[in-house]
T-cell receptor
Framework: DQQVKQNSPSLSVQEGRISILNCDYT??????FLWYKKYPAEGPTFLIS?????DKNEDGRFTVFLNKSAKHLSLHIVPSQPGDSAVYFC????????????FGKGTSLLVTP | DAGVIQSPRHEVTEMGQEVTLRCKPI?????LFWYRQTMMRGLELLIY????????DSGMPEDRFSAKMPNASFSTLKIQPSEPRDSAVYFC??????????????FGQGTRLTVV
């Protein structure tokens, strides 16, 4: 059973515009959320995270928003750049589970010039 | 640090053969994870270790799969006998998890396994 869901398999955005990637989760025990970026033939690389005690975390062009009541988080990339084209995975973990990450299936982002 | 190192990068084997995937975590990390990526199921957690001890192997699909971590710097994932449906990319990841604190995991480049 998929506890972390990314319902949009793909997203296309023009360079300079905002990219918004969405993620929903079902397990209320999750208290730490992460976004990973993956290029072909490489492993996922950590991008940004947020603890459940916050509702927003910002790092340069990347901002993650968490809505605990809706069990929803989103990643905003602004402005989007062609180098941002990759697959983005949402992940979540619960302190009581040994910090193992549960991943969504990913959203493929294409940023066009 | 060189990051998480996995070997081999690619493995092609015949059905029924034994396959061993290897992982060297980042030095000092105390948690190690094995994931499998397929088109159908995405990234699935197979097993994870804390301080070399297996904590949860509920994601291991069948008894044909086994994993070991004999010391803090090495882990193996073995499939015996292998089947075509085991074809996937297998990732190893490690993290440093101080007590009561979540941190990110760092992934290796993966092993692409093809069973023919």
């Amino acid at each position: 059973d998929q506890q972390v869901k990314q319902n949009s398999p793909s997203l296309s955005v023009q360079e300079g515009r905002i990219s918004i990637l969405n993620c929903d989760y079902t397990n209320s025990m999750f208290d730490y959320f992460l976004w990973y970026k993956k290029y072909p033939a490489e492993g996922p690389t950590f991008l940004i995270s947020i603890s459940s005690i916050k509702d927003k975390n910002e790092d340069g062009r990347f901002t993650v928003f968490l809505n605990k009541s809706a069990k929803h988080l989103s990643l905003h990339i602004v402005p989007s750049q062609p180098g941002d084209s990759a697959v983005y995975f949402c992940a979540a973990s619960a302190s009581g589970s040994g910090y193992a990450l549960n991943f969504g299936k990913g959203t493929s982002l294409l940023v066009t010039p | 640090d060189a990051g998480v190192i996995q070997s081999p990068r690619h493995e092609v084997t015949e059905m029924g053969q034994e396959v061993t995937l290897r992982c060297k975590p980042i030095s000092g990390h105390n948690s190690l994870f094995w994931y499998r990526q397929t088109m159908m199921r995405g990234l699935e957690l197979l097993i994870y270790f804390n301080n070399n001890v297996p904590i949860d192997d509920s994601g291991m699909p069948e008894d044909r799969f086994s994993a070991k971590m004999p010391n803090a710097s090495f882990s193996t994932l073995k499939i015996q006998p292998s089947e075509p449906r085991d074809s996937a990319v297998y990732f190893c990841a490690s993290s440093l998890n101080p007590q009561s604190m979540n941190t990110e995991a760092f992934f290796g480049q993966g092993t692409r396994l093809t069973v023919v």
